[in-house]
């Protein structure tokens, strides 16, 4: 079993930065791929960035050159710097953990979640 705790959402402007955490434990972090996924009302959850066990980094399309994900496997956490953020990436962000280490960008991969954090971007 893994426990995930997410940190760090919030409402902020347009084009501030927001850096959020994802706290994990019950098994060996550093064996771990995490991911960061995320869910705007309506609409249906989406992999923002993921990270493997080797730090190998996956980010969707729509956050590249925006978002970097990074993790501390001393601190077993994992982050995703959030910058230039816009309206339209207000959602619920959930960090997930896949045993396999791999990173691969498959949500059905993602066996763990966490219980997420909001993120509000006004205009």
């Known amino acids: 079993q893994v426990q995930l705790v997410e940190s760090g959402g919030g409402l902020v402007q347009a084009g501030d930065s927001l850096r959020l955490s994802c706290a994990a434990s019950?098994?060996?972090?550093?064996?771990?791929?995490m991911g960061w996924f995320r869910q705007a009302p309506g609409k249906e959850r989406e992999l923002a960035a993921a990270?493997?066990?080797?730090?190998?980094?996956y980010y969707a399309s729509s956050v590249k050159g925006r978002f970097t994900i990074s993790r501390d496997n001393a601190k077993n956490t994992v982050y995703l710097q959030m910058n230039s953020l816009k309206p339209e990436d207000t959602a619920a962000y959930y960090c997930?953990?896949?045993?396999?280490?791999?990173?691969?960008?498959?949500?059905?991969?993602?066996?763990?979640w966490g219980q997420g954090t909001e993120v509000a971007v006004s205009s």
């Open positions: 997930a953990a896949d045993y396999r280490g791999n990173g691969e960008p498959r949500e059905p991969l993602y066996g763990y």
């Open positions: 019950g098994r060996t972090f550093s064996d771990l791929a």
């Open positions: 990270i493997s066990s080797g730090g190998s980094t």
